[in-house]
Every structure is written in structure tokens, then in C-alpha cells.
């Protein structure tokens, strides 16, 4: 996120078309929850700031926002979240539930069926995405067979792997965040790989938060085979993209690995330097009512910020994970698509079952084989 | 409408009894983004209500005429905003069927957590009403009840537990309630007594001439049952 955001400063600052230089404030709460609300406070109040990217789980930005309505400031917040939320003075730049929890939960019922296993850590982002994945499956006459929560940091999945082996299900929706996430995925694709040799392999892992970095930091024969729903992958086949990529290399080293919450926050930066171009202030009125007039060409695609709910209208994608770290682009929306954070206008059958061009007759296996068929 | 399932409130029509200020338009923003219509009235004028789903009041300024219905029985989920969070005020709404807050000065949050709470509270609510009025009338009539067992007792020469049989088996077979049966049983075992008038009334119905007619046989019944066990 810290990179991705200081890219575009430093990339608005370089461009002549700016009249004015952005100059980053940096402040660490080092993941702890009650720590932004003091770094929140030492950047509004002490250093005069008014404008801030950051925070990426739930916990955080709920923490953080009633400070920012009270100094009447702007969070531009650059993670994809669970939705039913909409406060004035934030800008949701990452992906609402219609935009990534949505698509996924149509896949995973037309590709793999309808009997998931849900594990999450144990806070407000898997509780909540859990429970719409839950509602689809429902609505659709499927079922959750279990919904398991570990707390932050537990890399004990013993049981967990265990209950999936005796109950079978279709496939896992997994919102484990961090180590968790890790230790989950590498003992799965051990035990997954055992299986293998005299039976069926478990079913597939599929979530919407495993992203590039975090595929590295398995160890090589675990990081293959996930699918994640995403509005960016770093393999997105773009001329703005590549351009991304390029610039994104050239400034962290070759090895640096672009995630979509990379992307995300470089996309929150250049919003809010477009909206203050167009504003001609940083008045925070000002600069959100701008917000909603432009689009703003960026390496995932268009990326608007709607004038109702202040998210962004974003394309949705699905991507299958590869050994090398990256992301086999599965599925890319027909363009962005306008995001409902409420999820007021979905209909959990209408939209799963018709959530692409790709008939829900056709199994997985013919899928796939039409897409190797179109590359 | 359900709080757990998926666009539970849009379509819905919420009425806003308030003054127009920002806190009115920070509601309205907030409604529209979870997809409900909104109607928009002064809180203190009499006007014709609007046919609607759920209703916000500024609870500083609405009186007693302003809902149109008895006091305390309101017809919709009403959710009160509050400006001056007084125990005066507060008791006001509570006494007008209340099922939610809202506290000023109005933000995106928390008016997704009143509507939910406004509408389980209220359907909770009515659900309860309705359940104490029927419990209510089948306490009144229980009188009646009583009555007609001492009767379906002395006419058909039968135990307590005998007339109480005989009347559950007929209140199953006519799909009326205990209670009903006993007062129709009661009307034309008074009409025997009284002449055509109550006869008429009592036997207008199909299933007042069946209650005789079986209570009749079902009379011989148990006393051939009786004869056989003696």
C-alpha cells in the first residue's frame, strides 16, 4: 500500500500538469487497531493534515472514521471490503461486495457446487463477507457445511483441514488474513497433495483477499491452484498496466511484486490530485464533490467514484493462482461495474447465476478449456 | 421485511417528518443509498398521511395529532430523532409505539441499524398484540366454554372428561375453535328453549345444524358405549 501511494506522489509531483507538489506524511500504527487512532490523530490535528490514505483491514477504518467526521477530513481508503458502510468523509477505493464477493460466490456454485466451507480470522471482514457468501449459497439452494473462525496470527489448522476432509465440501472460501492465511494454505496443499496419492484431492481454496505478495510468501509447491476474485492482478494484459508494472519496478527494485492494494492506493493518490486539480483547493467539500466528476484511466481499467455512495465503480476479475506467484486471469467483467456497497439492487439468484458471459451449463473443465482454447 | 435477507428495503417507502436542514438531507442521502423512496413532510402540519412503510419523526417538534391513529398502536415502524435526548421527550415517542432511535446530528451510520431494529421491533411487536388478544378471547371465553361442557354433560349423560373429548373431536372436524363451538352449541341449546327467534340465528349456518345433529347422535353413541361397559 506505502508503495503504491508514494509511486503516484512521487508521480504527481514530477508532472508538469500539477501546479502543486504532494508531500507525504508517513505514519505506522503497525497493524495494532488502537494505534490509528493516535496516528490518526497526530496527522489531522498535529501536522495539519487532510487528506489520508490508508488502513486496510475493517477493524481499522471503523476504528479511524468517527475521528475523521469529527475534524471533517478525508480517508481515502484503498482496500476491497465487505460493504454496509457509507461514510461522507471517506472515499472506498477498493472493491464492494457486488464488485468481487458477488462473482466469485456465482463461480464457485457453476464450476465446483454449492456445499462450501467457510474459515475466516475472527474479525469484522470474514464475519461479514462469510454471511453474504452464506445468503447466495442459501438463496441458491446450497449450503454452508461449516463456518470456522481462528484468531488473528493462529497457525494451528489441524482441525480445520481435518473437519474438511470428513465433510467433503464443494470448495473453501477462505477469509484467513495473514499468517493465518499462510500456515492455512501450506498445510491444505500438503494434506491436499497426501490425499492425492490414494484418493480425491481436497476441493479448491478460493478467496477474495490472496493476492501476489502473499502467493510468494507460500512456499512454491502451495501457491498454485487458488482462485481469488479481484478488481486487479498484476498480469492484467494493459498498456496503462504495463506502464504500471514498469514504473512500479523501476522505483522498488526489479524483484517488486504489485498487488491490488498496491494499485488501489496508487489509484486513491492520483483521485485525490485529480480532484484537487479540478477543485482548485483541498477544501474537503470541494475536492469530494470533484471526486465524482472524471474518470480516471488507471492499470486496472476506468475507475470512477460514484456520486451516491462514494465507492468506486470498478471491474470485477477472477484469477486462478500459478506456481511462479502469479495470477491466471480467469474472468474480466464486460467493464467496471457500479458498486452497492448496501448490496441493495442485487438479487442473489439473478445475479450468481447469470454473473458471466460463460453459460452456467458448461463445467469447469469445458470452461477452461475454451479459455487455454482463446489465448 | 426481513433484516436478513438481501435488499430487504428497497422499494420501501420511508415518510420523514422533520424541517428541511442538514440532518434531513444527510437522512435522505442515506435512505436512497439503501434504495428506499422517500416521502417528506413538516413535522408539525396536518396533512394527509402518505400510504408508507416506515416512518421518521423529529421527536422535538411532532404533537399529539400527528399520527393518525390511537395513541400508542401505530400502524408502520416509527423511528424517532432526537435532538434534545430529554427523558420527556424520550417517554413521548415511546409512548407512540416507538421501535428505534436516532440521534442527532445525523451521519451515514446508524440509520442502517435503527431501520433494522425499527422493523424486527416492530413486527415483534404486532406479532405479541396480536398473540394477547386472542389469548384475551379465548379468556372470556372460557365462561361460555364451561357452559357449554355442563350442558354436552346433563343432555348426553357424560363425564367431564367424556364432554371435553366430544368437543375437541368436534371443534377438529368443523375447523372452528373450542371456543366457537361451545357458543354455537350453546345458541341453539337456548333456542330449544326459547323459541324461533334464537333458532333462526343459531342454526344460520351449515355448521351450527352439523354441531346439533352430532351432538344428538354422538348423545346416543355414549350412552350405548355407557350400556355396553356396564
Not at chain 1, 497457525?155 to 470448495?171: N, S
Not at chain 2, 451521519?107 to 406479532?127: C, D, E, H, M, P
Amino acid at each position: 500500500m506505502l508503495s503504491g501511494a508514494l509511486l503516484a506522489i512521487e508521480e504527481i509531483s514530477a508532472d508538469a500538469s500539477f501546479d502543486f507538489k504532494l508531500t507525504p506524511v508517513i505514519e505506522n500504527p503497525g497493524g495494532s487497531v488502537p494505534c490509528y487512532y493516535a496516528c490518526c490523530e497526530t496527522l489531522l490535528r498535529k501536522r495539519g493534515v487532510s487528506h489520508v490514505v490508508g488502513c486496510y483491514t475493517s477493524s481499522s477504518r471503523k476504528e479511524v472514521i468517527p475521528f475523521f467526521e469529527r475534524c471533517d477530513a478525508l480517508l481515502w481508503y484503498p482496500s476491497h471490503y465487505e460493504g454496509f458502510e457509507c461514510s461522507d468523509n471517506v472515499i472506498y477505493v477498493g472493491a464492494s461486495p457486488n464488485q468481487h464477493i458477488v462473482p466469485l460466490a456465482g463461480y464457485l456454485m457453476s464450476a465446483f457446487g454449492r456445499r462450501g466451507y467457510c474459515v475466516g480470522s475472527n474479525y469484522i471482514w470474514p464475519w461479514e463477507s462469510t454471511r453474504i457468501m452464506r445468503q447466495i449459497l442459501e438463496a441458491n439452494g446450497g449450503t454452508v457445511v461449516a463456518e470456522r473462525y481462528l484468531p488473528l496470527g493462529v497457525k494451528d489448522v489441524k482441525h480445520i483441514i481435518d473437519e474438511i476432509g470428513d465433510l467433503e465440501p464443494d470448495f473453501i472460501y477462505n477469509s484467513l488474513i495473514g499468517e493465518s492465511c499462510y500456515a492455512f494454505i501450506e498445510a491444505y496443499s500438503a494434506a491436499s497433495a497426501r490425499r492425492g496419492v490414494s484418493g480425491l484431492p481436497l476441493p479448491i481454496i478460493a478467496s477474495c483477499t490472496l493476492s501476489e505478495p502473499e502467493l510468494l510468501a507460500l512456499r512454491p509447491e502451495a501457491r498454485g491452484g487458488h482462485i481469488s476474485s479481484s478488481v486487479y492482478f498484476q498480469t492484467i494484459d494493459s498498456a496503462e498496466n504495463h506502464r504500471f508494472i514498469h514504473r512500479y519496478r523501476k522505483r522498488f527494485g526489479s524483484s517488486a511484486v504489485a498487488s491490488a492494494d498496491a494499485e488501489a492506493s496508487y489509484v486513491a493518490v492520483l483521485l485525490l490530485a485529480h480532484a484537487i486539480r479540478r477543485a482548485r483547493s483541498t477544501e474537503i467539500e470541494a475536492v469530494r464533490r470533484a471526486t465524482h466528476e472524471f474518470t480516471l484511466e488507471a492499470p486496472q481499467g476506468a475507475v470512477h467514484v460514484d456520486s451516491e455512495n462514494n465507492h468506486c465503480h470498478l471491474t470485477p476479475r477472477l484469477g486462478r493462482s500459478t506456481k511462479n506467484g502469479d495470477f491466471e486471469i480467469l474472468y474480466t467483467a464486460d467493464g467496471p461495474l457500479r458498486p452497492d456497497p448496501y448490496l441493495v439492487w442485487f438479487d442473489p439468484i439473478r445475479d450468481t447465476r447469470n454473473w458471466s458471459s460463460i453459460g452456467q451449463d458448461q463445467s469447469y473443465c469445458q470452461w477452461i478449456e475454451t479459455q487455454e482454447m482463446h489465448r | 421485511m426481513n433484516c436478513n435477507a438481501f435488499s430487504s428495503f428497497r422499494g420501501k417507502t420511508a415518510l420523514i417528518l422533520h424541517d428541511p436542514d442538514r440532518d434531513q438531507r444527510a437522512l435522505v442521502a442515506q435512505l436512497s443509498r439503501l434504495g428506499l423512496i422517500v416521502e417528506q413532510r413538516c413535522p408539525t402540519g396536518r396533512h394527509e398521511w402518505p400510504q408508507v412503510d416506515i416512518c421518521f419523526f423529529d421527536a422535538d417538534r411532532c404533537r399529539n395529532h400527528t399520527f393518525p391513529w390511537t395513541k400508542g398502536e401505530p400502524r408502520v415502524p416509527l423511528i424517532a430523532i432526537m435532538g434534545s435526548e430529554t427523558p420527556e421527550r424520550i417517554q413521548w415517542s415511546l409512548s407512540h409505539g416507538t421501535s428505534a432511535f436516532l440521534v442527532k446530528p445525523i451521519r451515514s451510520t446508524g440509520t442502517y441499524v435503527a431501520l433494522v431494529t425499527s422493523i424486527q421491533n416492530f413486527a415483534q411487536r404486532k406479532a405479541f398484540l396480536a398473540d394477547m388478544r386472542e389469548l384475551q378471547e379465548r379468556v372470556r371465553a372460557r365462561r361460555l366454554m364451561f357452559k357449554a361442557l355442563l350442558k354436552l354433560m346433563i343432555n348426553s349423560n357424560l363425564t367431564d372428561d367424556e364432554a371435553f373429548e366430544e368437543l375437541r373431536l368436534e371443534s377438529m372436524r368443523c375447523q372452528v375453535s373450542m371456543e366457537e363451538l361451545s357458543l354455537t352449541y350453546l345458541r341453539e341449546e337456548i333456542s330449544s328453549y326459547h323459541g324461533s327467534a334464537l333458532n333462526q340465528a343459531g342454526t344460520s349456518t351449515g355448521r351450527s345444524s352439523k354441531v346439533t345433529l352430532l351432538a344428538s347422535r354422538r348423545a346416543g353413541n355414549y350412552s350405548r358405549s355407557k350400556n355396553v361397559a356396564s
